[in-house]
């Protein structure tokens, strides 16, 4: 290679005159290898290398542009949003390790939990709930010219015109996915079969980051020698826009290529650069000064074992993103497996012992279980596909969007459930995460049967009748449609019916028993053996099953249906993955006949709109990480239609009720959606295939309590009702039928004598009156149908007007003390003493709201004088008069109203006022003593515990405390303290201060501990920067360590030493020079250990890998 060519003479080249020997010999270096490459490509091809070779044109393709500036900005918003989201999920898997409840769990339940709030799959409820997924996905219609950086969802449609060559539909499937795990900012795993193109799947996913998306590198590719031409060829064949570098040489030469081409380190000028995992490890000094976008580490089997060097190495880069490509992901060596999840996510997989032991790998539970559960945890971060999926033959799956109606029966039930919670909603603190989740449980009962409400079905005796169908306006389709499907016997067909609720399917196992269909059930509660017998009676090809009943949770995995060719998704899923999955047990290998999909969706209603927000989640997931299949499962990837018609989620087939009765020709239309589908593609492409540049996420949706043109949530317009009077009718009298049916507090009597506003007390004594009363009655909002005149609401509302007996309300509130009410009473001889509550007594430390309880009780006291003073206390002259005649005429004098036609009844507080006190009592601690409350504050200012230490905490305090008792009491302490304690702040800042003196402990010992680990023999070769007596810092320095650097009496213990007793030195020093060098030593390490930034150093490669707890 040295050698010079004769002809070079010749030309006579300016460059290699003044080019040096180094310079020369990787010029020659490059060309030998440039050579053997396109020599070793025609060898493959089958071609003559000394042919001409013809330019190989490509029908498609365009050379595309980039804008470097505006990817410099993409660059830094991308990195910003890469590390909040960090950190947030950091706050999340600690909130999650430091809860006892999650630590109850099984090892494999809190991994899986963990995993799924990592991956984003399962979303945080606490803190700042959705904030994660709005940055994550942010809309470009968000952006501005000022920050025209937007964080769009990623997904490829087609083959991008800087792709040179044409993608299969499995292969942008693959991209989408990756494309995916970058939008969430998680690492993944592609395990995709050997030869289904994960080289090209990966190239594509880097040039739209940077064509399309304007992100640009540099990557990095990490991989085997034998492999890094191919990779180099593979960049330059399919996207030979995209800048890359190989960088491979000898230790000669690798100086000059890194000066020559890996610098300046901030603007590297290739996209791409491959190299080898020997060529990081000698050279990761120069690898780790780069900021690399992606670390795409391909065959990656020298990550294995986490003590690597190589997996070491890598860890330490620099990178945003990692992605492992690998055709044998899933190995007998769990603990190998671990390595790769521990390289994606080093705060998620941190144990590997118990990882091992979860997996239980001594006893022979491996083969059995091991692999199955891995699946689970691996579904989000992994898609593997073998060459067999990806062209199965399946036929394809059509989906059909059912539209229902509620029935009167579910209507008048559903109005009842919106306004029993809109009366708890109404309160001034709002309503709460629980009772939301609760009324759109009940909202959902209510939509699917009436029956699965408490008090909806008639009986006893519960009597299965014609009233299981006709209650329910899904009940009322799904019986025609099983009957249509049942009269076509020679086609054999079968049914799957999919429920979220348990009770649902005893209600449809009762409907199938009464009209003779034979079925099979596997909910949660069915056993092992149930399931494969079922399953086996089921599928069997002589078979008299009609129906399959199945949980989605519980039957959405692990089951093999291919014998049905009908499923009825009855309620959806808030996951729409979970729907999806069970459309998998009949749509899968093994399928011979087309599958048709029904989605019951009640119109109008709650369910609504959980289907739509369910679209959007689906339109972003099932768009880039969606059937992300391990190897094992038995279900097919969709194709590039299939994907679309997911994408749809009904939208093929658009099937209207036009009533509650069900006619034949409504039924058929199920059946014609092949031939309509071709009619409606052209409108519903349109409209279901949305730009991603214009997708919001988090827009605004409609309010889930807007039920016919009346929120329900406000609770105001929900209990006024406007009345149309047929007939005059008194005032007094229409407040009278109104008052049957709840309580009333105004009435407004329009001067026309022909309308009325009524307001009731709650919203159920509304909806009742509104049912039952003789007029028409409508809610009184600006969105219902018929809106009360104008006049009436400015004239006549809130005026003052006279409501006659029975109507009234509340007067001004007056506080009376003690001596008011003993003043009061004793002008009033024979009534009865009024008995007032004893006043409570609220402790700072009990974080009681004690100003609002006291308001409360002060009210209480009040309300109870006034209608003492109404019942018992002369009323005027009159009354007095009337009682100087009766005493004149002997008669008895009671000082009572009792000759009154009608006692008024006692005025209380508000059921809202008397749930607030409820709920601001249960929010105190009462059983905290201030003892107790004094040994708690005492440990956290002294740094001893920290602050989620609750069973160290709970030992301190020392009396029948659980640790959940001492945690609920903390976390109440620290949010509320500074509002109930006074000079709390202070306290506050004692306990931040303490717990940043014990961080900065921590620190030091975890710097110690990284120091003395990276030694071999750190008692002969421990150092320290800078000058001084190495030999006694050592050995102080260790004997610091071994005492856990508790250095009060070093001093005295070191003199005291053999080797120190005669040293004139030693002995002339004070024992508080001791110390003080001590913690010399200690900033010395401290510095060593961290970097500007605050990060900890990873330790040198001659050193061995510390331990989780030193590297944490």
């Given at each position: 290679m040295t050698t010079m060519h004769p002809s070079r003479t010749e030309r006579q080249r300016q460059d290699l005159h003044t080019a040096s020997d180094l310079d020369r010999r990787m010029n020659d270096l490059a060309a030998a290898e440039l050579y053997e490459q396109i020599l070793l490509g025609c060898v493959r091809a089958g071609m003559n290398p000394n042919e001409k070779s013809e330019v190989e044109e490509y029908e498609g393709y365009v050379e595309p542009t980039f804008d470097p500036v505006q990817g410099d900005r993409v660059a830094a918003a991308k990195r910003s949003q890469l590390l909040e989201t960090y950190c947030e999920r950091e706050n999340i898997i600690r909130n999650l390790r430091t809860s006892p409840q999650h630590m109850q769990l099984g090892s494999f339940d809190r991994l899986l939990i963990e995993t799924e709030y990592w991956t984003g799959v399962r979303e945080w409820s606490g803190g700042n709930k959705g904030g994660n997924n709005k940055r994550l996905r942010r809309s470009h219609g968000d952006d501005t010219d000022e920050d025209p950086v937007g964080f769009d969802i990623l997904h490829l449609t087609g083959t991008p015109p800087y792709i040179r060559g044409k993608l299969r539909p499995y292969q942008i499937e693959g991209v989408n996915w990756l494309l995916g795990l970058f939008s969430r900012n998680i690492n993944g795993i592609l395990a995709d079969e050997m030869g289904l193109g994960k080289t090209l799947q990966t190239i594509a996913t880097l040039g739209y980051l940077k064509f399309t998306y304007g992100l640009p590198g540099p990557h990095l590719v990490v991989c085997p020698k034998s492999v890094m031409g191919n990779w180099y060829r593979e960049l330059k064949h399919w996207c030979p826009a995209l800048n890359a570098f190989k960088f491979h040489g000898s230790s000669e030469i690798r100086p000059q290529l890194i000066k020559s081409h890996l610098q300046p380190y901030e603007k590297l000028k290739y996209d791409v650069v491959v190299t080898t995992f020997e060529m990081v490890l000698e050279e990761l000094a120069t690898f780790k000064r780069i900021h690399w976008q992606y670390l795409i580490v391909d065959e990656a089997h020298k990550l294995k074992n986490e003590e690597s060097r190589a997996h070491t190495a890598l860890d330490s880069l620099n990178t945003n993103h990692r992605l492992i490509i690998t055709g044998t992901p899933l190995q007998n060596n769990l603990k190998e497996l671990w390595a790769l999840l521990h390289f994606l996510a080093p705060r998620l997989f941190?144990?590997?012992?118990?990882?091992?032991?979860?997996?239980?790998?001594?006893?022979?539970?491996?083969?059995?279980?091991?692999?199955?559960?891995?699946?689970?945890?691996?579904?989000?971060?992994?898609?593997?596909?073998?060459?067999?999926?990806?062209?199965?033959?399946?036929?394809?799956?059509?989906?059909?969007?059912?539209?229902?109606?509620?029935?009167?029966?579910?209507?008048?039930?559903?109005?009842?459930?919106?306004?029993?919670?809109?009366?708890?909603?109404?309160?001034?603190?709002?309503?709460?995460?629980?009772?939301?989740?609760?009324?759109?449980?009940?909202?959902?009962?209510?939509?699917?049967?009436?029956?699965?409400?408490?008090?909806?079905?008639?009986?006893?005796?519960?009597?299965?009748?014609?009233?299981?169908?006709?209650?329910?306006?899904?009940?009322?389709?799904?019986?025609?449609?099983?009957?249509?499907?049942?009269?076509?016997?020679?086609?054999?067909?079968?049914?799957?019916?999919?429920?979220?609720?348990?009770?649902?399917?005893?209600?449809?196992?009762?409907?199938?028993?009464?009209?003779?269909?034979?079925?099979?059930?596997?909910?949660?509660?069915?056993?092992?053996?149930?399931?494969?017998?079922?399953?086996?009676?089921?599928?069997?090809?002589?078979?008299?099953?009609?129906?399959?009943?199945?949980?989605?949770?519980?039957?959405?995995?692990?089951?093999?249906?291919?014998?049905?060719?009908?499923?009825?998704?009855?309620?959806?899923?808030?996951?729409?993955?979970?729907?999806?999955?069970?459309?998998?047990?009949?749509?899968?290998?093994?399928?011979?006949?087309?599958?048709?999909?029904?989605?019951?969706?009640?119109?109008?209603?709650?369910?609504?709109?959980?289907?739509?927000?369910?679209?959007?989640?689906?339109y972003l997931d099932?768009?880039?990480?969606?059937?992300?299949?391990?190897?094992?499962?038995?279900?097919?990837?969709?194709?590039?239609?299939?994907?679309?018609?997911?994408?749809?989620?009904?939208?093929?087939?658009?099937?209207?009720?036009?009533?509650?009765?069900?006619?034949?020709?409504?039924?058929?239309?199920?059946?014609?959606?092949?031939?309509?589908?071709?009619?409606?593609?052209?409108?519903?492409?349109?409209?279901?295939?949305?730009?991603?540049?214009?997708?919001?996420?988090?827009?605004?949706?409609?309010?889930?309590?807007?039920?016919?043109?009346?929120?329900?949530?406000?609770?105001?317009?929900?209990?006024?009702?406007?009345?149309?009077?047929?007939?005059?009718?008194?005032?007094?009298?229409?407040?009278?039928?109104?008052?049957?049916?709840?309580?009333?507090?105004?009435?407004?009597?329009?001067?026309?004598?022909?309308?009325?506003?009524?307001?009731?007390?709650?919203?159920?004594?509304?909806?009742?009156?509104?049912?039952?009363?003789?007029?028409?009655?409508?809610?009184?909002?600006?969105?219902?149908?018929?809106?009360?005149?104008?006049?009436?609401?400015?004239?006549?509302?809130?005026?003052?007007?006279?409501?006659?007996?029975?109507?009234?309300?509340?007067?001004?509130?007056?506080?009376?003390?003690?001596?008011?009410?003993e003043l009061m009473q004793s002008r009033v001889t024979k009534a009865p003493r009024l008995r007032l509550p004893k006043s409570p007594k609220f402790p700072p430390h009990q974080l009681y709201n004690a100003k609002r309880l006291q308001e409360l009780y002060a009210t209480e006291i009040a309300l109870m004088v006034q209608n003492w003073k109404r019942k018992y206390e002369p009323s005027g002259d009159g009354d007095a008069d009337q009682r100087e005649h009766q005493e004149g005429m002997g008669e008895e004098v009671t000082d009572c109203n009792t000759g009154k036609e009608e006692v008024e009844e006692d005025e209380t507080l508000t059921i809202v006022e008397q749930e607030e006190r409820e709920r601001l009592l249960n929010e105190g601690f009462s059983n905290w003593s201030f003892q107790e409350y004094r040994r708690l504050i005492g440990a956290l200012t002294s740094g001893a515990y920290d602050v989620t230490d609750y069973p160290g905490l709970a030992s301190v305090i020392a009396s029948d405390k659980t640790v959940g008792e001492v945690r609920d009491y903390l976390t109440a302490v620290l949010e509320r303290g500074t509002q109930c304690i006074k000079g709390f702040s202070h306290i506050e800042q004692r306990i931040r201060n303490a717990q940043e003196k014990r961080k900065r402990k921590e620190d030091e010992l975890r710097a110690a501990k990284w120091k003395v680990e990276s030694y071999d023999h750190p008692e002969l070769q421990l150092t320290f920067r800078g000058r001084g007596a190495h030999e006694f810092d050592r050995r102080l320095f260790l004997m610091a360590y071994d005492t856990g650097f508790r250095t009060k009496n070093i001093g005295r213990v070191v003199k005291g030493m053999p080797e120190y007793r005669f040293d004139v030195w030693c002995q002339s020093r004070s024992d508080s020079y001791f110390e003080r060098r001590v913690g010399i030593l200690m900033k010395s390490v401290r510095r060593e250990w961290e970097k500007p930034n605050g990060e900890t150093l990873e330790p040198p490669l001659r050193r061995p890998k510390l331990d989780a707890a030193a590297t944490d």
């Open positions: 941190d144990n590997a012992e118990s990882f091992e032991a979860w997996f239980d790998t001594a006893s022979g539970q491996q083969d059995s279980n091991a692999m199955s559960n891995m699946h689970k945890i691996l579904a989000p971060l992994m898609i593997r596909r073998v060459k067999s999926e990806v062209s199965t033959g399946i036929p394809p799956k059509k989906e059909i969007y059912v539209a229902c109606k509620l029935t009167k029966t579910q209507r008048k039930w559903y109005m009842h459930v919106l306004a029993k919670d809109a009366d708890a909603l109404n309160k001034a603190s709002g309503g709460s995460m629980s009772s939301l989740t609760n009324i759109l449980m009940n909202l959902r009962k209510v939509i699917n049967h009436p029956y699965m409400m408490n008090g909806g079905e008639e009986g006893p005796p519960f009597i299965t009748d014609e009233r299981i169908v006709k209650y329910s306006g899904k009940m009322l389709i799904l019986d025609k449609l099983l009957h249509r499907l049942q009269r076509e016997g020679d086609a054999k067909h079968r049914v799957l019916i999919f429920s979220q609720f348990t009770t649902m399917l005893d209600i449809l196992e009762d409907y199938s028993a009464m009209r003779g269909f034979k079925v099979c059930r596997i909910d949660g509660n069915t056993s092992g053996y149930d399931r494969d017998a079922q399953m086996a009676a089921f599928n069997s090809p002589n078979s008299d099953h009609f129906i399959f009943l199945l949980s989605t949770r519980a039957g959405g995995l692990g089951i093999n249906l291919q014998a049905a060719n009908h499923v009825v998704i009855y309620d959806s899923d808030w996951n729409p993955q979970m729907d999806l999955q069970a459309q998998d047990r009949a749509h899968r290998i093994g399928q011979t006949r087309v599958v048709r999909v029904y989605r019951f969706i009640t119109e109008g209603t709650v369910e609504e709109k959980i289907y739509r927000r369910a679209l959007k989640k689906l099932a768009m880039v990480v969606q059937h992300g299949r391990m190897q094992g499962r038995g279900g097919n990837n969709a194709s590039k239609e299939e994907l679309l018609s997911m994408i749809k989620f009904g939208a093929e087939e658009i099937f209207k009720t036009k009533d509650e009765d069900i006619t034949e020709a409504d039924i058929d239309q199920l059946f014609d959606g092949e031939e309509r589908s071709t009619q409606l593609n052209s409108a519903i492409k349109e409209q279901v295939q949305m730009s991603l540049a214009s997708f919001q996420l988090g827009a605004e949706e409609a309010n889930v309590y807007d039920f016919e043109g009346v929120s329900f949530k406000t609770g105001a317009e929900s209990r006024m009702l406007h009345l149309s009077l047929s007939t005059p009718v008194s005032q007094d009298e229409l407040h009278r039928q109104c008052s049957g049916h709840g309580e009333v507090t105004k009435v407004v009597l329009h001067p026309n004598l022909s309308e009325a506003l009524v307001f009731f007390r709650s919203t159920s004594g509304a909806i009742e009156a509104k049912d039952n009363l003789p007029y028409n009655c409508q809610f009184a909002s600006k969105d219902a149908q018929m809106v009360v005149p104008k006049e009436m609401i400015t004239e006549y509302l809130n005026v003052g007007e006279k409501l006659g007996r029975g109507h009234r309300l509340r007067e001004a509130i007056r506080h009376y003390t003690e001596e008011d009410v």
